[in-house]
T-cell receptor, first 105, second 116 residues
Framework: GIQVEQSPPDLILQEGANSTLRCNFS?????LQWFHQNPWGQLINLFY???GTKQNGRLSATTVATERYSLLYISSSQTTDSGVYFC???????FGKGNQVVVIP | NAGVTQTPKFQVLKTGQSMTLQCAQD?????MSWYRQDPGMGLRLIHY???????DQGEVPNGYNVSRSTTEDFPLRLLSAAPSQTSVYFC???????????????FGPGTRLTVL
């Protein structure tokens, strides 16, 4: 099946810093989503982005489907951004192992 | 809309016991699915359904059964629980499971299951 790799696996940020999370996938995709899993375990939809660029407040995402990667940008990070960020692809949602992000005040 | 709901939130079983995890959605979504999440890992697909009366296996189906008698409900059954099934279980739904369709999936809050 399709392989999904996320980097970096762990990231510690000072509050206010910017960061970029990367998702590489091994084959063409028809669906790509980014999720945030908060410290309580809840999965929150961030972006549905099989291609192109989207922005939502301090977060934005870009998927370059032809080059098989997607990027999630976090700007002016806040402590509430802490958690695990997952990239998942295709209709049966193959997940990466996530990016563990800790934002310290 | 309540979205995707799951019950119970927590459950402890003994090896060999059976139970059913409940999942319901009120968004009239055709596609529903079950995932499990183990520590340090992403979610893995157990079973899915593209509509009432239709189910299929995902990546890790062994030890689990599903049925889909209505659009709204998609229960997951553990027939004889094993310690290897200790995990967090998530249910999800979307409008369609068809390639090329709008398939944003929405997740329930999860059920934390421990098998002793």
């Amino acid at each position: 099946g399709i392989q999904v790799e996320q980097s970096p696996p762990d990231l510690i940020l000072q509050e206010g810093a910017n960061s970029t999370l990367r998702c590489n996938f091994s084959d063409s995709v028809n669906n790509l989503q980014w999720f945030h899993q908060n410290p309580w375990g809840q999965l929150i939809n961030l972006f549905y982005i099989p291609s192109g660029t989207k922005q939502n407040g301090r977060l934005s995402a870009t998927t370059v489907a032809t080059e098989r990667y997607s990027l999630l940008y976090i700007s002016s990070s806040q402590t509430t951004d802490s958690g695990v960020y997952f990239c998942a692809v295709n209709n049966r949602l193959a997940f990466g192992k996530g990016n563990q992000v800790v934002v310290i005040p | 809309n309540a979205g995707v709901t799951q019950t119970p939130k927590f459950q402890v079983l003994k090896t060999g016991q059976s139970m059913t995890l409940q999942c319901a959605q009120d968004m009239n979504h055709e596609y529903m699915s079950w995932y499990r999440q183990d520590p340090g890992m992403g979610l893995r697909l157990i079973h899915y359904s593209v509509g009432a009366g239709i189910t299929d296996q995902g990546e890790v189906p062994n030890g689990y059964n599903v049925s889909r008698s209505t659009t709204e409900d998609f229960p997951l059954r553990l027939l004889s629980a094993a310690p290897s099934q200790t995990s967090v279980y998530f249910c999800a739904s979307s409008y369609s499971g068809l390639a090329g369709s709008y398939n944003e999936q929405f997740f329930g809050p999860g059920t934390r299951l421990t098998v002793l």
